[in-house]
């Protein structure tokens, strides 16, 4: 059975960092791009970044440039989403997600594998 399971949400004050992980049971994924999405309350979900399998190229959504970094071990089948200078605007319920083979986009239709997703609270 695969799974994803994230971990490292929390609540924190603004400026603050918080790091999420995202292991991955089941099957490997070294070969699948690797996703962040985040859907705030009365939102849709929205793409965060992306990090492909190949060469790990990384995409980010504009909102979060220069904040947030997102990596991958595949040795530990995990990927990682630093987070740094949070705002209260970062608030949402973070999703791991695993692209179906040659996707990699920042639609959610790509992605193939979802997390039950963790909370981060930005307090102002």
């Known amino acids: 059975q695969v799974q994803l399971v994230e971990s490292g949400g929390g609540l924190v004050q603004a400026g603050a960092s918080l790091r999420l992980s995202c292991a991955a049971s089941g099957r490997t994924f070294s070969r699948n791009a690797m996703a962040w999405f985040r859907q705030a309350p009365g939102k849709e979900r929205e793409f965060v970044v992306v990090?492909?399998?190949?060469?790990?190229?990384?995409f980010y959504t504009d909102s979060v440039k220069g904040r947030f970094t997102i990596s991958r071990d595949n040795a530990k089948n995990t990927v990682y989403l630093q987070m740094n200078g949070l705002k209260p605007e970062d608030t949402a319920v973070y999703y791991c997600?695993?692209?179906?083979?040659?996707?990699?986009?920042?639609?959610?239709?790509?992605?193939?594998?979802w997390g039950q997703g963790t909370q981060v609270t930005v307090s102002s």
């Open positions: 990090i492909r399998w190949s060469g790990g190229s990384t």
């Open positions: 997600a695993a692209a179906r083979v040659g996707y990699s986009g920042s639609s959610p239709a790509d992605y193939a594998y």
